[in-house]
Every structure is written in C-alpha cells, then in structure tokens.
C-alpha cells in the first residue's frame, strides 16, 4: 500500500515542485527582459537626440546595452553553422526581392559607398545585439513559460516596439511581421545565428535598396 501512494506522489511532487518554479523564473525573466528592453531604447533615443537613426554613437550605446542585458539573462551562443547561414541568407533574399525589384525600376539609382562601412559595422552590432536577446533571451524564457508561439509572438510584439521610438508608429505593422519571421526561423534552425544572419543580412541590403 505505501508502495502503491509514494509513486504517483513522488512523481506528482516532482512536476509541482519543477514546472511551477521554473514557470516562476521564467515569468520574471520575461518581466526583466522586457523592462530590459524598454530602458535600451530610452537610452537610445536619449543618445540620439535629432539624429534619430541615424545617430552612431546611440546605436552604439544601444547594442551594448542589449548584448550585456541577454549576458545578464543568462543567454549563451554557439558558433554558427553553414545550416544557420545558408537559412539566414535565403530568407534574407526573399525579404529584399521586392524592394531589389522597386530599387531596379528606379531611376537615378547609384551606389553610395561614401559611409557605408562604419554604417555596416553599427547596423551588423546592432542586429546581432537584437537578436540576442530578443530570439536568445526573451525568446528562450518566452517558450519555457508559454510554448513556442508565445515565443514568437511576445519576440515579435517586442521587436516591432523598439523601432517605434526611432522609426515612427507607420514602421509597426512590418517589423511584427518581420519579427514573427525571424522567431520562425529561430525555431526551424533552433539556434539565434539564424535569424541573426538574416536580420544583418536584410539590414545591410536596406542600404543599397533605399
């Protein structure tokens, strides 16, 4: 008899005592991720100013800031693969398929190199910084308290957001759909290098494309 009780409530015991804990610290991590967030991009705009987005200094100030945050969260990153490349420059190249079509119909269309490689070496630090935490951190602390889909969209929803201070409210409705398909890919590759390719990937071509 005691046999038969201290099986199921062993075992009941375990799941209460492991999921709704780590539900708990998933919930916070959640919490502090987004305060996290919230005070990179007034920081940001703070640095900026005038300049807007086009501020060096506050893109700086920006990707640091989100880097130490997913650091603090506790995010760790591995080394890419050819996989998490290959994903992230084929959904890249369909991102930028229509806007490569409108920019070639455009006349007086020229390269402009003058500015581009610091404007490169921001834009690449500041995407990888995002994704770092948004589809590292946030993303990972997202899933194990809500699922996958909670994953994505709580990333999305937080990615559209942060651009709205620098880009305006019309930028919304794009960068959540852009969001929701960088958690996409964050779950088919199972890995932020992904995502985080085709994000500087697709940031970089907006030079040329604009």
């Known amino acids: 008899m005691d046999g038969t009780r201290r099986g199921p409530m062993s075992a009941k015991s375990a799941v209460a005592a492991a999921y709704p804990g780590a539900r708990r610290s998933d919930v916070l991590l959640c919490i502090a991720g987004l305060t996290g967030l919230a005070t990179s991009v007034v920081l940001r705009v703070g640095v900026a100013g005038v300049r807007g987005a086009a501020s060096v200094p506050a893109g700086l100030v920006f990707g640091v800031t989100l880097s130490i945050l997913a650091s603090c969260l506790g995010f760790t990153i591995g080394r890419p693969t050819r996989r998490d490349v290959l994903l992230g ?27 581009f490689p610091m404007w490169a070496a921001v834009v690449t630090f500041v995407a990888v910084a995002e994704e770092l935490m948004l589809r590292g951190a946030l993303f990972e602390a997202a899933r194990r308290c809500g699922g996958a889909g909670f994953a994505v969209a709580l990333s999305a929803i937080a990615f559209g957001l942060l651009h709205v201070p620098v880009y305006g409210w019309r930028v919304l409705p794009l960068d959540v759909a852009v969001g929701a398909l960088l958690g996409a890919l964050r779950l088919a590759a199972d890995t932020v290098w992904a995502p985080a390719c085709c994000h500087v990937c697709a940031d970089l071509a907006g030079w040329w494309l604009r």
């Open 89 to 115: 420059l084929g959904t890249a190249a369909a991102l930028c398929i229509t806007p490569a079509i409108r920019a070639l119909d455009a006349t007086g269309h020229a390269a402009r190199w003058s500015g």
